[in-house]
């Protein structure tokens, strides 16, 4: 397979940590594992280490939207980070998120003319309802996001459901479903570094402990978790659940959860970077609960079957695709009482949580490295195809406006190659001067203190030692300004 250099863009990386951005780490540790090389673009971001990472990472500026979305919102619009990427040498562009990844991959492919891929990882509908109240903004918003995504060369989802959600937005063009992997491999973790991370906690080896990993958002079905909960506090059913993750509602949801009641019974840790300790609470727990209808693929599921966990899902979403009730998942309806009733029945039957987990790992799990391997051997047939003019042309009054900010971006980029040059030139032949002339005075006033009867031959010999120096300094100068004009002509 030809080895090719891949562009990876998105919103979100480490040390953000979602889904989205735990794919594109994926994606970068796979292909530069022997497949080709990559480079990620993506957003500033405050205590960034990309030094532990085996490909570059090249960031632009952002600004702190943390509180109002849970993200840095990047500034894409950078003439020197453009520049660096461009160096990249480039095959294919890949991103990952239909907003600002988008832009600043549209505005590079007007650059270097190689195709661009979106993969659609998250109901963006939700995401507009939540930022947007008006619903006449929602509505634009939604336009102007399968503009971008329209733009795009190749449109890949990562679920069935996934596509369906580009379809309620209005997309009509065609997608590819391209799922994603796990970074686990199949197993347990020692038993050792499983009490390690979860000591601390009550958690009595013969209470059934349930477990969620996530954003802590409402819309990830944790009131439907908490209240099925309370149910099972108020028939005496015993439990333990653990909430790993952080985000803009958790405050609230351990609020609620005080409310109800269930502090003594509810553990919220904080987000964990490290994946053997997250492995850690997987293989800890005996219950994955994920009443998400929001997901487009949910990893969590298929990190929960590389260690044998069963998950409890809503029947009919993306998450419970490949998932048969009963056998390799429980599925419910979309309600706290559904889901109290089906972990009523599994409390008294923790064998028949721990056989459905084990036919879970078996036919639910995709390494990563399979998963990107699939995409990879896509990318030869988008290069293929954009070479051979399939694709359409981008003709559209939004690729006018990214043909014009690309060249706005290129003017501005050699605008400051000239300023550099210009100034480090004068800099170099300001040194000179300055250190020749200064030399010369020196030996002029040494010549004139030690040898007094001679000051006139003396003097007359240093001034036009200086003038011969001088004319020197102002040829060379004349040449450099030379180059620099040439310089200008030729860029400008």
Avoid at 326 to 346: C, P, V, Y
Avoid at 456 to 465: A, F, L, M, P, V
């Amino acid at each position: 397979m030809e080895k090719l250099n891949v562009c990876l863009i998105n919103d979100s990386f480490p040390p953000a940590i979602d889904g989205v951005a735990n794919a594109v780490v994926n994606y970068g540790k796979v292909i530069c594992g022997g497949l080709g090389s990559a480079t990620v673009v993506t957003p500033d971001y405050p205590g960034a280490d990309d030094s532990v990472y085996s490909f570059p990472v090249i960031r632009y500026p952002s600004i702190d939207t943390t509180k109002a979305v849970g993200y840095r919102a990047g500034l894409p619009f950078s003439a020197d980070v453009m520049r660096k990427v461009e160096k990249a040498d480039l095959d294919i562009i890949h991103s990952h998120c239909p907003i600002t990844s988008t832009l600043f991959a549209r505005m590079l492919r007007e650059r270097i003319n190689v195709p661009l891929v979106m993969t659609y990882h998250t109901k963006f509908d939700i995401d507009i309802a939540n930022a947007i109240k008006s619903k006449a903004l929602q509505t634009e918003a939604a336009r102007l996001l399968v503009e971008n995504i329209s733009a795009c060369d190749e449109v890949w989802t990562v679920s069935r459901g996934a596509g369906d959600n580009l379809r309620k937005l209005g997309y009509e063009g065609e997608y590819t479903v391209v799922p994603n992997g796990v970074d686990f491999p199949k197993g347990r973790v020692p038993e050792e570094m499983i009490r390690e991370v979860t000591s601390g906690y009550d958690l009595p080896s013969e209470v059934p402990v349930f477990l969620f990993v996530g954003r802590m958002m409402w819309y990830k079905g944790i009131r439907i978790i908490l209240d099925a909960l309370a149910g099972l506090s108020e028939e005496g059913q015993d439990f333990r659940m653990v909430f790993v993750g952080g985000g803009s509602d958790r405050d609230e949801i351990i609020r609620y959860t005080d409310d109800l009641k269930l502090k003594n019974r509810v553990f919220f840790v904080e987000p964990i970077r490290d994946r053997e300790r997250i492995r850690a609470w997987y293989c800890r727990a005996d219950l994955f609960l994920f009443p998400s209808t929001f997901d487009t693929n949910g990893l969590v599921v298929h990190e929960a079957a590389a260690c044998s966990l069963a998950s409890v899902l809503i029947r009919g979403s993306c998450a419970a695709e490949d998932v048969t009730g009963g056998k390799n998942g429980f599925l419910i309806d979309e309600n706290a009482e559904s889901m109290r009733i089906m972990l009523d029945s599994l409390c008294i039957d923790r064998n028949r949580m721990k056989a459905v987990g084990d036919r879970a790992e078996k036919e639910l799990y995709i390494s990563w490295e399979d998963a990107v391997k699939n995409a990879y051997s896509l990318y030869g047939t988008v290069i293929e195809n954009y070479k051979s003019g399939r694709y359409p042309p981008h003709k559209t009054p939004g690729d006018e406006m990214f043909r014009w900010a690309s060249e706005t971006l290129e003017s501005v980029s050699r605008r400051k190659e000239f300023l550099r040059y210009v100034q480090e030139g004068f800099r170099q032949e300001q040194e000179y001067f300055h250190a020749q002339s200064e030399a010369d005075a020196e030996r002029v006033r040494k010549t004139i203190e030690e040898k007094r009867t001679r000051l006139r031959s003396e003097i007359e010999e240093n001034q036009n030692r200086m003038k011969a120096g001088l004319e020197e300094t102002r040829t060379a100068l004349k040449e450099k300004l030379e180059d620099i004009t040439q310089f200008f002509d030729r860029y400008l």
